[in-house]
């Protein structure tokens, strides 16, 4: 089994004011995707950022922070907005792979997850194992859910993929993002950004510059502290660039693909 996350910077344009889908890189990835699976049989699950269409919202609306009861009737109208952008990035996510051939079944955070103070602690997983074994490629998003301290919150796809690799214990872990792997710094504005061949140590996040774009679930910084969870338990995982034509198919066919590896081992 791999678990394969697809950046909403990919998908989208993550900066935009506006919710804009990428449909060339969208057909693109969908069509490597394909090809990889017509060359090899795998189990896949698929999960996506929120981009453009979750994250304004989320930080219009603030959730995730703390409220007043008197709040509540305008944090349950945010949370329902956020939760019905990201529902249509997914849906014309799935659209597009359908179109390729894939067998892909939506599967919604928010219908079957829950959290504590921002952290998942409940979602059965059955559903996930019934589709898989028969053919399917469930897909699962960046989502707001219900929150037995916070009342609601936002959770990321980072966050999702650390949940399903501890409980579904997969092959793979692939993060698809728009940049080659973790830099000290942005590459795409420092040219003497470092690069990471690998990644080990909570110590070394120290050396990472903040996020730019909008983004509410932790941007870069975030995704390794998920991964390095994964880690300790003995889940390797590698952060590549989505954006490279062949990357996507060449790393679920497991060749050579620069990335990052987030590991503990040596």
Known sequence: MIILKIGGSILTNKDSTESEVDNVS??????????????????????HGAGSFGHPPAKKYKI?????????????????????????LNMLICEAFIEEGLPVIAIPASSFMSATNKRITDGNLEYFNKYLNKGFIPVIYGDV????????CVISGDQIIQYLAKNL??????????VDGVYN?????????????????LEDLETLEGTTNVDVTGGMVGKIKELLYLADLGIE????????NDNIFKVLENKDVKGTVISRGN
Do not use: M, W
């Open 26 to 47: 969208l057909k693109r990835i969908a069509s490597e995707i394909k090809a990889s699976l017509e060359l090899s049989d795998k189990q896949l699950i698929i999960v």
């Open 64 to 88: 995730g922070e703390k409220f007043d009861k008197s709040e509540y009737p305008q944090k349950r109208i945010g949370f329902c907005e956020v939760q019905n952008a990201v529902k249509k």
């Open 145 to 152: 859910v219900l929150d037995s301290e916070l009342e609601i």
């Open 169 to 178: 214990n997969p092959d793979r872990v692939v993060l698809g993002t728009d």
């Open 185 to 201: 710094k942005n590459p795409k504005t420092h040219e003497d950004a470092i690069f990471f061949e690998k990644f080990s140590s």
């Open 237 to 244: 995982s590698k952060i590549i660039n989505a954006e490279v």
